[in-house]
């Protein structure tokens, strides 16, 4: 009778096609709305993952990893006497201006690493050599800058120059790096040269970053850290929670995509909903017959849920599967954003079920409530 | 007419429906007193709302009656639960509509095979039964046609043979040629007659069709919710027909 019950569900093309039309774009805008979501959330945290260190070292006021509050120098040298540092070095992290050779300009994030150790070196060098930041007036750009001034006509290569506040920046190496939040490409040179290229400020340092003793936990490093007046300190998994609850509780983000979620959800659940009740309503004589025949309510709630559940897979399937293709295409051009966790698709795999059991329930209430004698009306 | 007549089949006595409540209450059975034989074709006729139909969904067990009392092959349905119910219609009784209710998205196989699957048949056993009734009624070509693809008669047939499948004692008819022409009326009465009325067995009819009063071994009036008179088909045609 199961096999029925979906032959059943099949051979309504026009409800079948509306149901699993439904379903699909509901799993469709869920997953990929939230999908675009976590993956903004991602490059809010891009530079954490761009300079890989243990603990961050900031301006006590600071609450984010994309928010700068210069430090005094001084603070380096403070940081390195706290028991349990293995070393400290400085960062200088800021959004800049960059003219290109056309005379237009281009946002940069320019990163000034410590130049003896090129601690928060960019993890894959696509051409070029790291090492050679120590040249004069050398840099190292990301692909989203090879892709930025391409957009502006000028391709850029190793060899190549520009200005940073009127002075000139040599391309000495290509890497790739994590898209930031804000899209701009990062910019890597040395923490002095950063500074000439900075405008003039009395504080320049942005970070320090940490690494403790072999054996010692971040975390009691930096609790020590944190006893300095002036400066906080975070390991790198906190900060990067930090900024995200940040964004989460101060920015619209949220809001935008829940709604989007959310209409998604009430679309299906309306859309989905509705279409299986009439579905359900539509079959109710053939069911009542069956009824009549000696089916059980029991047997009729398989059957009905079966068809339920059959679709809404289908339906969850189609719609993740589509989700995929975007996610897939979206990471390839390298926007809008996209990460797809597994906790997305739990909680629109739930939704999904919600609809059906939902929809499913409506509907088995209307054939359990018919009495097997309409059959004969 | 067959030897097994005097075994009762059905066996009513006053039995009462009322639809709504209060003043708006309809009282569809006012005490139905009623009997039927084994091997007998009986008939139910009278017009339209003196509750017909009602009372066929009481003897088949698809509808509660408010009191009185209702036998069917020794069953007391008045007092039998909602599961056991179920399964005594499922054993028992085969059912044919006159909107013959066949599922459109089935081929007529899988139609005719429900009963048995009901009762947990395996498809194989269910459908090799189906196929062989819906061969007797002339169908054995079109096992894999869906019901829209027939013609009336066809599905009345299709109906027929989902009716007889599972071998039910008693066979409950509601207007089965209300949607057939003349001739198609006929001769699905004469495959009822021929195929239903065994000695094990007893078909209720409900008709407004004069057309086949002749099948009938008995002709059962009712009117506003009784039984009027019961007569034989031959006497109830020359008296009102």
Known sequence: MLRLALKMLYGDVAKFVMLLGGLTFCALLMTQQSGVFCGLMLWTTSTLRNIKVPIWVCDAKVEQVNEVVPMRDIEVNRVRSVEGVDWAVPLYWGLISARLRDGSFQPIQLTGLDSATMVGRPVKMTAGNIEDLRLPNAVVVDQIAIKKFKRKGIDLLVGDSFEINDKEARVVGICYAEQSFLGQPYVYTTYERALEYAPPQRKLLSFVLVKPKDGVPAAEVVERIRKIPGISAFTDEEFNDRTIDWYIKYTGIPISFGTVVLLGALVGIAIAGQTFYLFVHENVRHLAALKAMGAGNTLLAEMVFLQAFTVGTMGFGLGTGLTSIFGNIFLKVGEPPFFLPWQVLAFAGSIIVFICLFSATIGLLKVIRAEPAIVFR | ?241
């Open chain 2, 1 to 241: 007419m067959s030897e097994n007549r005097s075994q009762i089949a059905v066996l009513t006595r006053g039995v009462t429906k009322t639809f709504g409540r209060g003043d708006n209450a309809v009282r569809a059975l006012k005490g139905v007193d009623f009997d039927a034989q084994c091997g007998e074709l009986i008939m139910l006729v009278g017009p339209s709302g003196c509750g017909k139909t009602t009372f066929l969904s009481v003897i088949c067990g698809t509808m509660k009656a408010d009191s009185g009392s209702v036998d069917v092959f020794g069953t007391d349905l008045v007092h039998l639960g909602g599961g056991k119910l179920t399964e005594f219609r499922g054993r028992n009784v085969g059912f044919i509509f006159q909107q013959f209710n066949l599922i459109p998205t089935w081929n007529i196989l899988e139609n005719a095979s429900i009963p048995l699957l009901l009762q947990g048949q395996s498809r194989r056993k269910a459908q090799d039964a189906a196929a062989k009734l819906l061969t007797e009624v002339g169908l054995g070509e079109r096992l894999d046609a869906h019901p829209r693809q027939l013609s009336g008669g066809q599905q009345q047939r299709v109906a027929i043979a989902r009716a007889l499948v599972h071998e039910p004692r008693l066979l409950i008819c509601d207007e089965p040629t209300a949607s057939l022409d003349a001739a198609t009326g006929h001769k699905v009465l004469e495959l009822l007659k021929a195929s239903a009325c065994r000695e094990d067995r007893c078909v209720i009819v409900v008709t407004h069709d004069s057309r086949i009063f002749s099948f009938a071994d008995r002709i059962a009036e009712m009117e506003d919710g009784v039984v009027t008179g019961v007569h034989n088909s031959g006497e109830y045609k020359a008296q009102y027909v």
